[in-house]
C-alpha cells in the first residue's frame, strides 16, 4: 500500500489500525491530538477541554504550528512514557489521538507520520513553516506529495520562503 500525502483519512485510519499494543511507542513520547480529538478524549474522561489540556497536555510547536499532544513522565530524560499510558497499555484507547490511532511499528509507520506531518503540521502558506520543514527532508525521502514542489507551486514563492522573504 502506498501512503501519499493525499491518501484519504479513512486510508490511513485502516492501514494505522495494526497496532499490537504493545506500549513499545507510547513508552518514549506522545502522539498529538487534533480539536476533534481533544473534545473526544475530555468527552470520555468526563472533564472539561480546558482542564484535560492543562492537567494532562501540552502546547508543541512543530513546523511553526502550534499542537496539543499528552504529556510524557520525563523523569529526567528527554523522554518518557505517554501519561495515559498504565501497564503497558493505552488507558484512553478508544479516544486516543489522530497520531496515536495512525502511528505503529509497521513497516508504513514513516509514511504514515509523514501524512499526518503534511495534513496538520505543514503550513503551505508560511514560509516558516516549509523553511522548518525543508530542513527535515535532508534527513529522509518524502512520500509522495511531500516535496516543497508539490506543496509550493510558484517556483518564485517556493524561493522566496526558502530565502526567508516570505
Not at 491530538?33 to 468526563?46: F, N, Q
Not at 494532562?56 to 512543530?62: H, L
Not at 478508544?94 to 509497521?106: A, T, Y
Not at 503551505?124 to 516543497?148: C, F, T
Amino acid at each position: 500500500m502506498k501512503i501519499t500525502k493525499n491518501t484519504p483519512l479513512k486510508t490511513v485510519l485502516k492501514i494505522g489500525d495494526n497496532c499490537e499494543q504493545c506500549g513499545h511507542c507510547c513508552s518514549y513520547s506522545s502522539g498529538f491530538a487534533t480539536e476533534e480529538d481533544i473534545t473526544k478524549i475530555s468527552l470520555h474522561l468526563g472533564v472539561t477541554e480546558n482542564e484535560l489540556k492543562k492537567k494532562y497536555f501540552e502546547e508543541k510547536t512543530k513546523f511553526n504550528t502550534k499542537m496539543h499532544r499528552p504529556k510524557t513522565k520525563k523523569e529526567g530524560k528527554q523522554y518518557g512514557p505517554c501519561v495515559f499510558l498504565k501497564n503497558k497499555k493505552c488507558s484512553i484507547h478508544e479516544v486516543k489521538p489522530l497520531q496515536c490511532r495512525i502511528g505503529n511499528c509497521s513497516e508504513h509507520g514513516d509514511a504514515l507520520n509523514q501524512w499526518f506531518d503534511l495534513n496538520f503540521f505543514v503550513n503551505v502558506n508560511d514560509g516558516k513553516s516549509i523553511r522548518e520543514y525543508w530542513g527535515v527532508l535532508n534527513a529522509r525521502k518524502p512520500i509522495e506529495g511531500g516535496e516543497l514542489k508539490d506543496l509550493v507551486k510558484s517556483k518564485e514563492r517556493l524561493k522566496k520562503m526558502l530565502d526567508g522573504e516570505d
